[in-house]
């Protein structure tokens, strides 16, 4: 079955930190690929998507995400982290397989806390 | 915009009944999927519903159906609740059923005693 790993459950950062958040998926086909944030008391929002082309994508708030195939990876970073992006990050894969389209298949989150 | 949203917010019910949440997209969004929200876990997928046809369906009991109305709008519907069905119940929504990212309404927290 497909599933999606998240390493970290909880990290804390000062300010001006850099953030890096890793996401691996099982799935040998072809994927959607997905991180969304969930601020305190708000609705999941989308973050940033790949569907194809250049492997290295670029969300809002400054966030980017790389694709990289051969590990099945698609890390979450940013070169310096706000107080405001204290939140929880889930990453998502949608694999289309035996000519139905798939659905979201969530990590378990990783919870981030930002030290002003 | 109106965005995705669902009623009610919160939601107390005993072992054995069973409850409807309801869900509306965002206007023009055709496709709704439904997920499910254990405290500490990432959302799991229970249903999705595009043009009002089931098409696809998580690995959840028979008790978990769900509907699709003319207007794009759903209900999820549990029956014989169990206390393990306490979570918070997401409805998420997109143009289309493939290759389109979704958008989250604020859920349904539903609590069984």
């Known amino acids: 079955a497909q599933s999606v790993s998240q390493h970290n459950h909880h990290v804390i950062l000062s300010e001006a930190a850099s953030l890096e958040l890793g996401c691996n998926y099982s799935y040998g086909g072809t994927v959607n690929l997905f991180w969304y944030v969930q601020y305190p008391g708000q609705h999941l929002q989308l973050l940033l998507k790949?569907?194809?082309?250049?492997?290295l994508v670029k969300g809002i708030k400054g966030f980017e995400a790389e694709f990289i195939k051969s590990k099945f990876s698609f890390n979450l970073r940013k070169p310096s982290v706000q107080w405001s992006d204290t939140a929880e990050y889930f990453c998502?894969?949608?694999?289309?397989?035996?000519?139905?389209?798939?659905?979201?298949?969530f990590g378990k989150g990783t919870k981030l806390s930002v030290k002003p | 915009d109106a965005g995705v949203t669902q009623s009610p917010t919160h939601l107390i019910k005993t072992r054995g009944q069973h409850v409807t949440l309801r869900c509306s997209p965002i206007?023009?969004?055709?496709?709704v999927s439904w997920y499910q929200q254990v405290l500490g876990q990432g959302p799991q997928f229970i249903f999705q519903y595009y043009e009002k046809e089931e098409r696809g369906r998580g690995n959840f009991p028979d008790r978990f159906s769900a509907r699709q109305f003319p207007n794009y709008s759903s209900e999820l519907n549990v029956n014989a609740l169990l206390l393990g069905d306490s979570a918070l119940y997401l409805c998420?929504?997109?143009?289309?059923?493939?290759?389109?990212?979704?958008?989250f309404g604020d859920g349904t927290r539903l609590s069984i005693l």
């Open positions: 998420a929504s997109s143009f289309r059923g493939t290759n389109q990212p979704q958008h």
């Open positions: 790949y569907f194809s082309g250049d492997p």
């Open positions: 998502a894969v949608n694999a289309n397989y035996g000519g139905s389209q798939g659905n979201l298949i």
């Open positions: 206007s023009g969004h055709k496709s």
